[in-house]
């Protein structure tokens, strides 16, 4: 079974700073691992998915993340926070075979100015 | 690239009364799809997995007689809410695998209020 945990539901980083959103995954095969926006109301957005390949993953937006197997974690980061960037993101597992998410509980992400 | 278009964005309803919600693939065909459900301020759920075709397969929890779903054809899955319920209110949020390399495109979710 797969399970993702994600920590802090609220983060708040001044414009400009360090973003860094924790995710740690639960796998009982290699995982695949993806990050998602979600603007209010709105579907959500793919930032970046791991399959397999390498293990840092850069996506859209300037953010990136690293698979790290051996401390089961895929953290999100973005070196400067964008007032744009102020959203909810999940983290998700797939196992790829059954072609089904497991996401996490989101976290909120506060830009302040 | 892909694009999966849900409509209704937003419904309001009387209790009592069905609700569906569409999910089309626009540009590809999408032989499987999914269907979402959020609560505020909490995670997605996935509630089933629609098959083009075949009946769709539902999480444990989820009523298939009251989430009644039809994947007809490979651009359109329709998700019906029947006798919906105040405690149905929710965004639902539909999916579909568009590429081999584990890509996935979300519809932009539909916004269910029964009152």
């Known amino acids: 079974a797969q399970s993702v945990t994600q920590l802090g539901s609220h983060v708040s980083v001044s414009e400009g700073a360090l973003v860094l959103l924790r995710c740690n995954y639960s796998s009982s095969v290699p995982p695949y691992l993806f990050w998602y926006v979600q603007y209010p109301n709105q579907g959500l957005q793919l930032l970046l998915k791991?399959?397999?390949?390498?293990?840092l993953v850069k996506g859209i937006n300037g953010f990136e993340a690293e698979f790290k197997k051996s401390e089961t974690s895929f953290h999100l980061t973005k070196p400067s926070a964008h007032m744009s960037d102020a959203a909810e993101y999940f983290c998700a597992v797939s196992d790829g075979a059954g072609n089904q998410f497991y996401f996490g509980t989101g976290t909120s992400l506060t830009v302040i100015p | 690239g892909a694009v999966v278009s849900q409509h209704p964005s937003r419904v309001i309803c009387k209790s009592g009364t069905s609700v569906k919600i569409e999910c089309r693939s626009l540009d590809f065909q999408a032989t499987t799809m999914f269907w979402y459900r959020q609560f505020p301020k909490q995670s997605l759920m996935l509630m089933a997995t629609?098959?083009?075709?075949?009946?769709?397969?539902?999480e444990q929890g989820v009523e298939k007689d009251k989430f009644l779903i039809n994947h007809a054809s490979l651009t359109l899955s329709t998700l019906t809410v029947t006798s919906a319920h105040p405690e149905d209110s929710s965004f639902y949020i539909c999916?579909?695998?568009?590429?081999?390399?584990?890509?996935?495109?979300f519809g932009s979710g539909t916004r269910l209020t029964v009152v």
């Open positions: 629609s098959n083009e075709g075949s009946k769709a397969t539902y």
């Open positions: 999916s579909a695998q568009t590429d081999g390399n584990y890509g996935y495109t």
């Open positions: 791991y399959t397999s390949a390498a293990t």
